[in-house]
């Protein structure tokens, strides 16, 4: 299963995943009004586009039988949403499309995420993860991650919680 970093290239196939994964997981919890208001400003092309060139973040595709299944969106130092401090790695977005989950990739995705901190000499990871999302909690759980604080999270027009995660990494 190749991981690779994204470029300029990969913009449509981003942005495609982002709709559809992030539509997948939300869709049921929220109006169509709140989630098309957010889909249409969080996934534009050029929304991507100043993702990928911003110092301190990059994209990773994951590649399934050739096809793309899903990315995972790390940020490192003052590309963090939120301030961590220096020794952090945070994922910004672990997404996997519909039909590749469960098969073991977020788990690859997650192992993928730890080298790379371990390569930048971070020693934490965090993430935020919607606090009504019960299968990521419970995934992110298995793998050693545990809640630490929470922040809001804009949807459309209305707020929701992210519960924010980390994990303590060892040499």
């Known amino acids: ?16 995943i982002s709709i559809e994964t992030f539509s997948d997981t939300f869709a049921i919890a929220n109006s169509p ?3 098309s208001a957010h889909l249409e400003t969080a996934y534009t ?6 993702e990928l060139n911003t110092a301190g973040s990059a ?3 994951l590649t399934v039988d050739g096809q793309p299944a899903g ?11 939120t301030a961590q401090g220096p020794d952090s790695l945070e994922i910004e977005r672990l997404y996997l499309r519909q039909k590749r989950q469960h098969r073991g990739y977020g788990q690859t995705l997650i192992a993928f995420a730890e080298a790379r901190a371990h390569a930048l000499g971070k020693h934490r990871l965090w993430l935020g993860v919607w606090e009504r999302n019960d299968p990521a909690n419970a995934f992110y759980q298995r793998l050693g991650f545990q809640r630490f604080s929470h922040r809001p999270f804009l949807l459309g ?15």
Request: glycine residues 4%; neutral net charge; proline residues 4%.
């Open 1 to 16: 299963m190749p991981i690779t970093r994204c470029t300029t290239a990969d913009l449509l196939t981003l942005g495609q």
């Open 71 to 81: 990315y995972l969106k790390l940020n490192a130092d003052t590309a963090q949403t």
């Open 157 to 171: 027009t209305g707020d929701q919680t992210d519960l924010l995660l980390e994990k303590h990494l060892t040499n």
């Open 45 to 50: 092309p050029q929304k991507l586009r100043a």
């Open 33 to 35: 009004e709140r989630l």
């Open 59 to 61: 994209f990773y595709l």
